[in-house]
T-cell receptor
Framework: NAGVTQTPKFQVLKTGQSMTLQCAQD?????MYWYRQDPGMGLRLIYY???????DKGEVPNGYNVSRLNKREFSLRLESAAPSQTSVYFC?????????????FGPGTRLTVT | GESVGLHLPTLSVQEGDNSIINCAYS??????FIWYKQESGKGPQFIID?????DKRQGQRVTVLLNKTVKHLSLQIAATQPGDSAVYFC???????????FGAGTRLFVKA
């Protein structure tokens, strides 16, 4: 049971380049999330998927798109990377436990846009 | 090195002492609160949670206290160890809510 896995671990992009961050979970969770984490700030929600087939915007969705490929996989795409998107990106999944959603996080992708 | 949390509030404690990390939450409708620990280079890890019908909950060496009147949450770590050095986040949610709101975090340094 690997939990939540993310690829790649590190990435450097030039402004304007595109890339897709991959995330997979093996806990049979319905909900998945993408966050970004910047220095001195907490986690900010980019997009989430409450269940397979649905996606919704979070707090900071501009410049990103997502795909819930199946129940296991949730990808985040940067179509035209900008330096402001330099950040650490975390994927998370959650399952309902006693009426509440406990989130489990992946190890993160450290992205630098030059 | 790890760039996350460079400007976070910092708590420095001596190994073996107790640590108290505080958090103010924002949403009066929140009824589920979680503490996460994030070590350098890793994702946040669940430590302990508490629901709004409780004031206190204890785990192994950790205790969470909830004061709904002033919307305040605290995490107490007993006999702090070097392995407790990390950034600690409080988070809030509500029953059936998909979105968890995270605080900015507090960096804990444990001095040997």
């Amino acid at each position: 049971n690997a939990g939540v896995t993310q690829t790649p671990k590190f990435q450097v992009l030039k402004t304007g380049q595109s890339m897709t961050l991959q995330c997979a979970q093996d806990m049979n969770h319905n909900s998945m999330y993408w966050y970004r984490q910047d220095p001195g700030m907490g986690l900010r929600l980019i997009y989430y998927s409450a269940s397979e087939g649905t996606t919704d915007k979070g707090e900071v969705p501009n410049g990103y798109n997502v795909s819930r490929l199946n129940k296991r996989e949730f990808s985040l795409r940067l179509e035209s990377a900008a330096p402001s998107q330099t950040s650490v990106y975390f994927c998370a999944s959650s399952g309902l436990a006693g009426g509440y959603y406990e989130q489990y996080f992946g190890p993160g992708t450290r992205l630098t846009v030059t | 090195g790890e760039s996350v949390g460079l400007h976070l509030p910092t708590l420095s404690v001596q190994e073996g002492d107790n640590s108290i990390i505080n958090c103010a939450y924002s949403n009066s409708a929140s009824d589920y609160f979680i503490w996460y620990k994030q070590e350098s280079g890793k994702g946040p890890q669940f430590i302990i949670d508490i629901r709004s019908n409780m004031d206190k909950r204890q785990g192994q060496r950790v205790t969470v206290l909830l004061n709904k009147t002033v919307k305040h949450l605290s995490l107490q770590i007993a006999a702090t160890q070097p392995g407790d050095s990390a950034v600690y986040f409080c988070a809030e949610n509500r029953a059936g809510g998909f979105k968890t709101i995270f605080g900015a975090g507090t960096r804990l340094f444990v001095k040997a």
